[in-house]
């Protein structure tokens, strides 16, 4: 039976289970020292100077640094982006001359105890001149540092990408359809906050640190280049990780400075950071303000799509770079024709908290804009929304699909897609006339209810290349090293049930090991839903490689031609004979000639691109405002399912997120530009009583061309059409087409919108 | 604030002695001078529940009681729940077999919560589950299969009693 497609229980779950998990902060070393940072108090502006005098006297405190101390640590630099011209943004890793956001980190102390470092940082005094918080992303932009970068203003860059002829869009359109939307500012907010424990082993001058997650190769070589050592002398770990959803394990301030503390300080440092503090310091996302021009044929057909967009990321541009705009402008188009498309993407700056990417980026954001612009395209050329989403849908026969713009590197090619046949299968599915129909029935005895719809593609598997060693060990264990990382989405169990089916082999004797840059030279990590596309592949062409090394042994050790063994679910056979060496065996008996391994290496120029379809089932209660989710169905076709177990909980587990982006998360700054969501009683994350029944409608119709497996990431498109189904479905509870102009739909909001 | 205070902590029926700062939180205690680092402390203010354990049967958010109001207390933690020979905890198992959590790091308060309430009311209904499952947060899974997996143990749980 093949291991691919089943539901199998995971492997990671009984350590966690059972309290034995090992978070960051679960893990110690004698001596260590604890690291607290001191964060500037105000949004913005000019550093004079920090008092740390009344601090050092505090008992157990060894030391303190400020900018000053720590002059030879260049600013932290971008992972991924094409975009120049952004240097001067980066934030360095404790504040120099200017605080930009409050919350920045401005001094570090370490301490014998965490209690005794928190006592510390109380005491110690920042002098800052305030000056007038930009808040604005919408606004013009200002000067970045007034003082000392004169001239530098707070709009880094700006992204154009363009196809098609625009402007004889608008001149044969019968209808101009225009938006202005806004998205919230929100992020993914783990339940582990970020954490960090800094070795160093003064021996070998290198530096080992734990708690790496999501991308420790790359953070391995940024940290040796910052702290001026060779490559070879940093090594990161990842132990378990209590969720990622983009922001955690990008490269911070703090990461950086355990390492730096760690050798100079010559004791293992140790940081844990609080919820206040992750909520101020770890990466905002989101927020963005798009602006739409639509030329419509008299059927609603989209004939060109002229759009600005900004993104408020922050006070600085963190590692991210211009990623979230260079998604958001490149598929914004989504699975819609859109003959002529032209974008320019802001990226300004603020005196908030810097953002990067949170699950979906760009994604979550653009399907909110261009699924509330389908919708107001129904509602001008009078058809239903199902209809416009039709009309307007790219037909199997162009497939694979050139959008003619790149993201990420990479052209933008849907490689396979049914598009109509997927919207076909969900009305379907729900039974969408009845369900209409129960509505209407509903709406007519006077209660606020609706039904809306998202579309979206998403976009998995970024390259350019992942490898994977593999070795049977003499009692027949495998023991796959992978540079992936493992945020808790169950990669060891995926990753497992592709080597088995290739294998032929039950998954319990496979173990996967991920996140270790001591084990292996190179890695990609886990981000863009890359790991089942990219590492799955290169298990499978392991696997088969395995198999080829496992004949050339057997066909040694049996003294026969190569072209009479054949390999069988574990076992080498000689044709026609009762011969048969399992791999334990044949790893055992080749064990002083380099023992039974193989290596695989899969390398991909171009992204994969699931798709699928939110369909949300609201009421909005009268009195309160309150909108409470009824039923919510997802339909998503990932070309090929390893696990649906764990396919169902990422897609749950993401519209639970996108419930709280579309509803209720929302950092809030008032004039000042102090941070009002802070702790969990103002940053209102969804409990299990707002998160409904979700039901999924999993597919297998379009399995990916450019991929071994056929797989496409499963693990953001349960987010992606969160924001565009509830707006769609609170209109249509409403009773008012377009009504939704931004998210979070919170109470006072929609109070406003019906008045 | 270094003064410390000597006390003794039962937690899953074993002692432990303590010497703690009187502002010692019992999460910080327990994870700390007890080395039992499956309590976890995801928000320090009460609200996800990270860090519920059982004190005298009843679940409590450990950050926000001190170490030193649980003496003479009987402290129950993730790490006593299965048996000494391994053998999981229904509702560990009920977890496990519905997928009820990915990252994990919740999953050792929403077992304690509702290990808790299932010995208070083992006949507890759907809706009763959703609003004690509703205490806690978890980011990862939407909640699904955590009442799922409750509802489950709840079922065994309560047919081995009967049996």
Not at chain 1, 161 to 166: V, W, Y
């Amino acid at each position: 039976m093949s291991a691919i497609g089943r539901s199998i229980r995971r492997i990671e779950d009984r350590a966690l289970l059972t309290g034995n998990g090992r978070f960051a902060a679960d893990l110690n070393r004698e001596h260590q020292l604890h690291m607290r940072v001191v964060r500037s108090p105000v949004a913005f502006g000019r550093l004079v100077e920090v008092d740390a005098s009344d601090a050092a006297d505090v008992p157990g405190v060894e030391a303190i640094w400020t900018a000053a101390d720590i002059a030879e640590l260049p600013q932290i630099d971008f992972r991924m982006t094409k975009i120049t011209g952004m240097e001067p943004y980066r934030q360095w890793c404790l504040a120099k001359d200017y605080v930009r956001y409050v919350g920045e980190p401005v001094a570090v102390v370490f301490a014998n105890s965490p209690y005794a470092a928190e006592d510390a940082a109380e005491l110690v005094f920042c002098d800052i001149d305030e000056v007038d918080a930009h808040l604005e992303a919408t606004a013009e932009p200002v000067a970045f540092m007034p003082e000392t970068m004169p001239g530098l203003l707070t709009e880094p860059a700006v992204l154009h990408k363009s196809c098609g002829d625009l402007d004889a869009a608008f001149a044969e359109a019968a209808e101009v359809v225009e938006l202005e939307l806004k998205v919230g500012r929100h992020t993914g907010v783990p339940l582990e906050t970020r954490g960090a424990l800094a070795v160093h082993d003064a021996a070998t001058d290198t530096v080992t640190m734990y708690g790496a997650a999501k991308v420790p190769h790359y953070n391995r070589g940024a940290i040796a280049a910052m702290l001026g050592l060779a490559i070879d002398r940093v090594h990161l770990s990842e132990g378990h990780v209590g969720g990622g959803f983009g922001i955690r394990g990008e490269l911070y301030p703090e990461d950086v400075l355990t390492c730096h503390a760690a050798r100079r300080l010559g004791r293992p440092v140790k940081w844990i950071e609080d919820r206040k503090e992750h909520l101020m310091a770890a990466n905002h996302s989101r927020d963005q303000v798009y602006r739409m021009r639509a030329a419509i044929a008299p059927d609603g057909f989209l004939l060109g799509l002229d759009v600005t967009f900004i993104t408020d990321q922050g006070a600085y541009v963190r590692t991210h770079g211009a990623t979230v705009s260079d998604l958001s402008a490149a598929l914004l188009p989504g699975p819609y024709v859109i003959p002529a498309y032209r974008v320019a993407g802001h990226i300004r700056l603020t005196n908030k908290t810097p953002a990067g990417t949170y699950r979906a980026p760009g994604r979550y954001e653009s399907t909110f804009a261009r699924e509330r612009l389908m919708d107001a395209i129904a509602a001008r050329v009078g058809i239903d929304r199902l209809e416009v989403r039709r009309r307007n849908l790219i037909p199997e026969s162009r497939i694979p699909f050139d959008r003619g713009m790149d993201t990420l590197g990479t052209g933008v090619v849907y490689d396979s897609g049914r598009y109509h046949d997927l919207l076909a299968r969900l009305e379907a599915h729900v039974g969408w006339e009845e369900l209409a129909a129960s509505i209407a029935e509903r709406r007519a005895a006077g209660e606020m209810v609706g039904l809306g719809l998202g579309y979206f593609i998403e976009k998995s598997g970024l390259g350019p290349e992942d490898m994977v060693r593999m070795r049977v060990a003499p009692d027949g264990g495998i023991r796959i090293i992978t540079g992936a990382a493992s945020v808790g989405q169950g990669i060891e169990t995926a990753m497992a049930q592709i080597c088995a089916d290739s294998l032929g082999v039950d998954t319990a004797r496979i173990a996967i090991v991920h996140g270790q840059t001591s084990l292996i030279e190179k890695g990609m990590g886990a981000f863009a839903s890359r790991v089942t596309v990219m590492t799955g592949s290169a298990i499978k062409i392991a696997s088969e490689a395995l198999i080829e090394a496992a004949l050339d042994i057997g066909a040694k050790l049996f003294q026969v031609d190569r072209a009479s063994v054949a390999y069988k679910a574990g076992e080498v056979r000689v044709a026609s004979s009762d011969r048969a060496m399992s791999l334990a065996q044949l790893a055992s008996a080749w064990a002083e000639q380099g023992g039974l391994a193989a290596e695989g290496t899969f390398r991909s120029d171009h992204m994969t691109y699931p798709y699928g379809i939110h369909l949300a089932q609201v009421r909005i209660d009268p009195g309160t405002c309150d909108v409470l989710v009824e039923r919510y169905t997802v339909a998503y076709d990932i070309g090929r399912v390893i696990n649906p177990m764990l396919v169902e909980g990422q897609i749950v587990g993401a519209v639970a997120q996108g419930l709280g982006g579309a509803l209720y998360e929302n950092f809030e700054y008032d004039e000042a530009g102090q941070p009002l969501a802070t702790s969990f009683a103002d940053y209102l994350m969804p409990t299990a009583l707002e998160v409904p029944e979700v039901f999924t409608l999993v597919r297998e119709d379009a399995p990916s061309p450019i991929n071994p497996l056929g797989v496409k990431g499963a693990g953001e498109g349960g987010i992606t059409a969160v924001g565009a189904a509830i707006a769609s479905a609170v209109d249509d509870a409403a009773g008012r087409p377009g009504m939704v102009t931004r998210l979070p739909i919170t109470p006072d909001r929609l109070h406003a919108w019906l008045a | 604030m270094t003064e410390t205070r000597d006390i003794t902590l039962d937690v899953n029926g074993k002692r432990h002695a303590l010497s703690v700062e009187p502002r010692k939180n019992l999460a910080d205690a327990l994870r700390d001078d007890c080395g039992l680092t499956g309590t976890h402390v995801g928000c320090e203010h009460g609200v996800c529940g990270a860090c519920t354990v059982l004190v005298d049967g009843r679940a409590v958010r450990s950050c926000l009681m001190f170490a030193v109001q649980a003496e003479g207390t009987a402290i129950e933690t993730v790490e006593g729940l299965a048996s000494e020979d391994g053998e999981l905890h229904p509702l560990q198992q009920a977890f496990w077999d519905k997928h009820g959590l990915q990252c994990g790091f919740c999953t050792p308060g929403f077992l304690m919560l509702a290990v808790g309430a299932l010995r208070e009311n083992p006949e507890m209904t759907d809706v009763e589950i959703r609003e004690l499952v509703s205490s806690n947060l978890c980011r990862c899974t939407g909640y699904q299969n955590i009442l799922t997996a409750v509802r489950a143990a709840a079922d065994v749980m309560r047919a081995g009693t009967n049996g």
